[in-house]
T-cell receptor, first 107, second 114 residues
Framework: AQRVTQPEKLLSVFKGAPVELKCNYSYSGSPELFWYVQYSRQRLQLLLRHISRESIKGFTADLNKGETSFHLKKPFAQEEDSAMYYCALNTGNQFYFGTGTSLTVIP | EPEVTQTPSHQVTQMGQEVILRCVPISNHLYFYWYRQILGQKVEFLVSFYNNEISEKSEIFDDRFSVERPDGSNFTLKIRSTKLEDSAMYFC????????????FGDGTRLSIL
């Protein structure tokens, strides 16, 4: 069963425009959700985790249990935000990753 | 900041041969993981390891795969009788505690099976 769904494989926005990367999950327990980012030729890096409710690099993500979503948002995209973004669900022993969304910010 | 390191960065192996991928997790971390990412596809969980035992494994982790922590610092993934479909990027990750802790990833090893 697909645990994490990222419906957009590619997303392009102009610099300064708002951006939203969608993530939906499927899990009957209490979810622990993360966003990871992978810049070109670099490792996967933790961007956000839902329990910390913090803003990193201007990104925020809110867990919506009713909609089983954990969308990543930023009000004003920057060129340096161009990267691959992965939503991940931790069930305790396993991480389930989405297929990723490649974000391109157009100058 | 401490990092997870993986060697080699690229491994080319003939089909049917054995390959060992190496990882050095962050020193005070206790939980270790292997993931793979086939080109163009998502990152997939392979196995988790704690206290010198496999704690969880996916269906991908068949009997050709094994993991080991031979010396207290390295964490290795061995694949025997490699197949063409084993070609992928393999990521090692570690976390200080298990459960719902974020994982720290290495740069990955690109495995190419010819």
């Amino acid at each position: 069963a697909q645990r994490v769904t990222q419906p957009e494989k590619l997303l392009s926005v102009f610099k300064g425009a708002p951006v939203e990367l969608k993530c939906n999950y499927s899990y009957s327990g209490s979810p622990e959700l993360f966003w990871y980012v992978q810049y070109s030729r670099q490792r996967l890096q933790l961007l956000l985790r839902h329990i910390s409710r913090e803003s990193i690099k201007g990104f925020t993500a809110d867990l919506n249990k009713g909609e089983t979503s954990f969308h990543l948002k930023k009000p004003f995209a920057q060129e340096e935000d161009s990267a691959m973004y992965y939503c991940a669900l931790n069930t305790g022993n396993q991480f389930y990753f989405g297929t990723g969304t490649s974000l391109t910010v157009i100058p | 900041e401490p990092e997870v390191t993986q060697t080699p960065s690229h491994q080319v192996t003939q089909m049917g041969q054995e390959v060992i991928l190496r990882c050095v997790p962050i020193s005070n971390h206790l939980y270790f993981y292997w993931y793979r990412q086939i080109l163009g596809q998502k990152v997939e969980f392979l196995v988790s390891f704690y206290n010198n035992e496999i704690s969880e494994k996916s269906e991908i982790f068949d009997d050709r795969f094994s993991v080991e922590r031979p010396d207290g610092s390295n964490f290795t993934l061995k694949i025997r009788s490699t197949k063409l479909e084993d070609s992928a990027m393999y990521f090692c990750a570690s976390t200080i505690l298990g459960g719902h802790q974020p994982q720290h990833f290495g740069d990955g090893t690109r495995l190419s099976i010819l």
